[in-house]
């Protein structure tokens, strides 16, 4: 059993249950999401006696463990986490000047599938839990001595298909007692599972949604993210709409752009009729060279010129900075590292 991922009213409850009274609570979130202690030994003001009973009742701690980290020259780092069964995920550290981001994430590989992505390429081995979720953000932040401003869904797997333990993770990294991470700083990215897009729009936070588009001619869709066939654009685009609506936050438009597949004049009129009109804004994605893949990425003039044309037509975008790619911690890098890795090359 985990401490970490527990809720304060959880945490009393195990207290309570223990004989202990109840402002403990209080004192053993403190040493865990605060100050990101990593064993009960830590603890100072917790009797040897509880922490002894914590123990006794199989209580653990950490969650995940740093096995690795490996840094880049503009400060990004990734983290390679092993988990209690020897599973291995990674999070990645992006500091810029005051933002201090972590992109953590949801699940050990993933069952998506998207054509161009390294992590989807062994499917999904299994989901996360919400203390394997918050402990990546923790032990990042211990261990960089930052208090961490942003954090994203955006490593490893696909967080709307570990839906409960995601939202619970996001409780926790938001939560005053826990990291008390601002909600409008939280964001979650996903490759378009509708249901789940409206169920996060009624849950009453105030998170971003990034949606990773990458095309919106159908049958490109369908061979780039072949969740497309489940829930095809017609479909994404209203959700994304009523997402937008809902919780009056701009929905971030992901779109990687890979060389003659989704960067061309169609595309580009394709794209702009997607995000006109609403609260959306386009993030245009360098693409990381992925192994095993014949895919290419887009000249940067090329997404110059889809920026230039986006902007004129008044449509918010940005091209993201693809950083970290020499210690291969950019998008969709993550698997092919621990794969290249694990041969020793
Ligand atoms: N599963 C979620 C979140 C993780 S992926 C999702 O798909 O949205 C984070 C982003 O990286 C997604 O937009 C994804 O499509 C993109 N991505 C995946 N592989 C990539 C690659 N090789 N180059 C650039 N971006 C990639
Ligand atoms: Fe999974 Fe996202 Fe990769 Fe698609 S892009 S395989 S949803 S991690």
Redesign the pocket.
């Known amino acids: 059993m985990e401490l970490i991922g527990l809720t304060m009213e959880e945490m009393e409850k195990v207290l309570v249950e223990l004989g202990q009274p109840r402002y403990r609570a209080y004192q053993i979130m403190d040493w865990l999401y605060k100050k990101g202690v990593g064993d009960l030994g830590e603890m100072g003001n917790i009797p040897v006696s509880l922490r002894k009973q914590l123990q006794n009742a199989g209580w653990l701690l950490p969650s995940v463990r740093i096995r690795m980290g490996l840094s880049a020259q503009d400060g990004t780092k990734r983290y390679l986490f092993q988990l209690r069964d020897g599973q291995e995920v990674e999070g990645v550290f992006i500091p810029e000047d005051k933002r201090k981001t972590v992109c953590f994430s949801t699940q050990v590989g993933?069952g998506?599938g998207?054509a161009?992505?390294?992590?989807g390429r062994n499917g999904l081995v299994r989901n996360l839990t919400a203390g394997e979720i918050v402990d990546q953000v923790l032990r990042i932040g211990h261990e960089e001595k930052a208090r961490i401003s942003n954090a994203v869904?955006?490593?490893q797997?696909?967080?709307l298909a570990n839906y409960d333990q995601v939202i619970k993770a996001i409780r926790l990294l938001n939560a005053d007692y826990a990291l008390g991470i601002t909600v409008r700083r939280l964001t979650i990215?996903?490759?378009g599972l509708v249901p789940g897009i409206y169920r996060l729009a009624e849950e009453g936070l105030q998170i971003n949604l990034?949606v990773?588009l990458?095309s919106t001619d159908p049958e490109k869709r369908d061979e780039l993210v072949p969740v497309n066939k489940t829930y095809p654009l017609t479909l994404l685009y209203q959700a994304c709409k009523d997402y937008a609506e809902t919780t009056g936050r701009r929905v971030t438009l992901?779109y990687?752009m890979i060389k003659g597949e989704n960067d061309r004049e169609k595309d580009l009129q394709g794209l702009a009729a997607f995000a006109k009109g609403w609260l959306s804004h386009i993030n245009l994605?360098?693409?990381?060279q992925?192994p095993g893949t014949t895919y290419g990425g887009s000249s940067k003039e090329r997404m110059e010129y889809f920026r230039k044309h986006l902007r004129q037509l008044g449509i918010p975008v940005s091209i993201r900075e693809s950083r970290g790619e020499e210690v291969w911690a950019a998008?969709?890098?993550l698997r092919a590292a621990l794969t290249f890795e694990g041969n020793g090359e």
Do not use: R, Y
């Open positions: 993933c998506m998207c161009f992505c390294a992590t869904a955006m490593g797997g696909e967080p990215s996903t490759c990034a990773s990458h992901e990687t994605i360098p693409f990381n992925v998008c969709g890098q």
